[in-house]
């Protein structure tokens, strides 16, 4: 039961996979949409740029605690830090469902019209962006939903 | 204790007010789309509409059950039952604010070019639409974490 109770806790392999994957997929996305491309022209993208960008660094802290906990044995306890853990996963993962929906929404209103309003070059690039947010944002649901098992314990 | 588990219970009014408001918002958020206005030349509007058809009839029916079980003092505690609740109110929600989230964005794409790809009349609707859309996500989101409550006790 203490195993189960702990499954999302961090510090776990299982954890770090997730933050791991999280950065990549982010990182990602920001990366197709920020270099060569035009987004600050559309709101959807700007928000986008904006959530992946925080997403990034969470991801990337909470990477580095997991790993030095794993390699310390010591895992992260403190009530207070684990709510903010808690609450900043849940809020982290709803923006980013939005953002990678405005997105996805937005590109396929630019490709309607025979792609006159999207050169192919740019729009690829869009489209794995949107991807690569919808990847980031199913890790970051999963972790928020691994979190839920140490809520009872706290 | 036992007041704070079955705080987000079927048939509690509290319950029964969130399903009332999801109801209400979600029709209006279907009515504002769909009567006069062009929403199936856009995908997102098209999403919009067919997640408020989900939202409707569910949010429908559980606010019957909840009146039902109020008049009756007769809560629903079959656990197979509250999980297919939890488990639709979960998808439904994230449903939701998806396509509160793509018609919101395609809506500020389509205002950019000073509106000439919408005409003001239709413009308004699509918006209140939207925001309807976003409070009925918001109730349906309360529903989840009110939600969360039962499950320690199923």
Redesign the interface.
């Given at each position: 039961m203490d195993e189960l109770l702990l499954a999302g806790l961090l510090g776990t392999s299982a954890s770090l996979t997730l933050r791991l994957g999280q950065t990549i997929f982010s990182s990602a996305s920001l990366l197709f949409m920020s270099f060569g491309v035009e987004f600050y022209s559309?709101?959807?993208f700007c928000y986008l740029v904006t959530v992946m960008g925080l997403v990034l660094p969470w991801s990337f802290t909470l990477a580095m605690v997991d790993a030095y906990s794993l390699c310390a044995k010591c895992p992260l306890r403190q009530p207070g830090i684990l709510w903010i853990i808690i609450m900043g996963d849940w809020v982290l993962s709803?923006l980013a469902?939005?953002?990678a929906?405005?997105?996805?929404?937005?590109i396929?209103?630019l490709l309607?019209n025979g792609g006159s309003y999207c050169p192919p070059k740019f729009c690829s690039r869009y489209q794995f962006s949107a991807a690569m947010a919808f990847l980031s944002w199913i890790l970051t649901a999963a972790s928020s939903l691994f979190n839920?098992w140490i809520i009872?314990s706290l």
């Open positions: 559309y709101t959807a709803i469902l939005a953002a929906c405005s997105t996805a929404a937005v396929d209103l309607q839920l009872p």
